[in-house]
């Protein structure tokens, strides 16, 4: 089975292919399928699942807003259409995975020196 980064980059090159039109519902509708899915199979939460359900923490932090909205209508407030939406969305989850990268590197730097 494909990890959930490798399958977004896929919808983000040909996402006719996978949603229809390039449009941010389309794609959380997309994500929760996948979710209900592998929970329904039973699959275990892989790496990349865990770390994805901080996006919509850290998009709330970055935009400084309170919401029980999805972060998908979050990054659509923040956008001029679904279309643009769809884009910002990757450049936003690329921005949140160096982020989370970044740290990682500092957790493991930390570690080291402390050994």
């Given at each position: ?67 029980s909205a999805s972060w998908a209508r979050i990054i659509l407030?923040y956008s001029s259409d679904e279309a643009d939406a769809f ?29």
């Amino acid at each position: 089975m494909t990890n959930l980064y490798d399958l977004l980059e896929k919808i983000k090159q040909k996402p006719g292919m996978y949603i229809g039109s390039p449009n941010i519902n389309n794609l959380l509708m997309f994500l929760c399928g996948y979710q209900y899915a592998c929970e329904a199979m039973q699959l275990p939460e892989t790496q990349q699942e865990i770390e994805f359900a901080q996006f919509q923490p850290w998009l709330q932090a970055k935009f400084g807003v309170n919401t029980s909205a999805s972060w998908a209508r979050i990054i659509l407030l923040y956008s001029s259409d679904e279309a643009d939406a769809f884009k910002n969305f990757f450049d936003l989850l690329a921005e949140f995975r160096n982020q989370q990268h970044d740290s990682e590197t500092i957790k493991k730097e930390s570690l080291s020196l402390k050994v």
